[in-house]
């Protein structure tokens, strides 16, 4: 999807496929991170510009798109990855490989310091701590 964008990108996550590996270690500005610790995984989506979380269904919320909402900065993510989570508005969305690629110009959007306060207005959803205490009104 991104080897004709020629801009920094790293490909996170556990025990990528071989395949992968491969595809990654191709293009000079492409890296593979297997297996990143939690706390490296943080500090990568805290460091990184754009965050691209495709998904090939939409069957609920994301969590590491929440994560990168709350943690990181611009979201590029496809219909299904948002559909329903009320994220949507938070996330840039793009559908099929060009208008991903389409989407290089958040490379240099600048993220401003308005940008987290506008998904401070999640914590009322995505609180754990109050939807546990909902959740243990159902159990007792």
């Given at each position: 999807m991104f080897n004709k964008v020629e801009l920094?990108?790293?490909?996170?996550?556990?025990?990528p496929s071989?395949?992968?590996?491969?595809?990654?270690?191709r293009q000079q500005h492409t890296c593979l991170v297997a297996n990143p610790t939690d706390k490296e995984m943080q500090d990568m989506i805290g460091k990184a510009h754009v965050h691209v979380l495709p998904s090939f269904n939409n069957t609920g919320i994301k969590l590491k798109l929440l994560n990168a909402v709350f943690n990181g900065r611009h979201c590029l993510v496809?219909?299904?990855?948002v559909e329903g989570s009320g994220l949507e508005t938070l996330c840039h969305i793009a559908e099929d490989a060009l208008?991903?690629?389409q989407k290089k110009e958040l490379y240099h959007l600048p993220f401003t310091?308005?940008?987290?306060?506008?998904?401070?207005?999640?914590?009322?959803?995505?609180?754990?701590?109050?939807?546990?205490?909902?959740?243990?009104?159902?159990?007792?």
């Open positions: 920094p990108f790293v490909i996170a996550g556990k025990n071989k395949k992968l590996e491969r595809l990654a270690h496809n219909k299904a990855g208008s991903f690629q310091t308005e940008d987290p306060g506008k998904r401070q207005s999640l914590q009322a959803t995505y609180n754990n701590e109050k939807n546990a205490r909902e959740l243990m009104t159902f159990l007792w």
